[in-house]
Structures are given as C-alpha cells and as structure tokens.
C-alpha cells in the first residue's frame, strides 16, 4: 500500500485537567451518550453497543464524576434523556472531532505529496 492512499485518524478526549488518571469522555461515551439520544434509554444504548447495562452505567458514572456533569435526566423504567450540559459536551465533541479529522487528512495529503 503506498502512504498517499492511507488516511490519518484522529481520537479526541476531553478531560478534566484537575482530575489526574480519570475518565475522558472520548469515542466510546460519545457513542454511548449518542445511543441514549437516539433511543431514549442507556439499557437500549448499551444493548445496541453489545455492552452490559452495568458496564455502560459504570462508564457513565465515572466520566460524569472525572468531569463534574451530570450526563443523564433519569425518568425510572421511562428511560433516560440527555442533560442540556450532555448535549451541548456531545454535539461540541463531535463537531470538534470533525473539524480535527478534516484538518488532519488536510495537512496529510499535502505533506505526503512532498
């Protein structure tokens, strides 16, 4: 394979910076959190992912905890929504991560083509 068909690809984190060896909301809870919005429920979410509930709670739990949100508005055997601060982390994140994976392959095809 020659290096100007391959492709960079970026994966973003944010994280706290006061929080040392925490959780990063990064790919995997963007997904999670993105199922939530589109199923109404973390069960339905993790079920979609092949995950456990109770791993997708704990991963939830502790990227809210790293990062001091609260990502969940949990309606009993409802289902869950997204909190306002959820949606605006998760829409920035993925639209930052966009824009990033852009700009990388960019930058890659002009310096591959020196």
Do not use: H
Request: charged fraction near 25%; glycine fraction near 8%; proline fraction near 4%.
């Amino acid at each position: 394979m020659k290096p100007k068909s391959l492709v960079p690809r970026i994966k973003l984190t944010i994280e706290n910076p006061k929080q040392k060896g925490g959780s990063a909301f990064g790919p995997g809870v963007a997904a999670l959190l993105e199922g939530v919005r589109e199923k109404g429920s973390l069960n339905a979410s993790a079920k979609s992912m092949g995950m456990a509930y109770s791993k997708a709670w704990r991963i939830v739990k502790e990227t809210e905890d790293a990062l001091g949100i609260s990502f969940l508005d949990r309606d009993g055997a409802r289902g869950s929504s997204l909190t306002p601060e959820c949606i605006k982390l998760l829409d920035t994140y993925k639209a930052l991560q966009s824009d990033i994976s852009d700009k990388a392959q960019s930058v890659y095809a002009k310096l591959i083509a020196k």
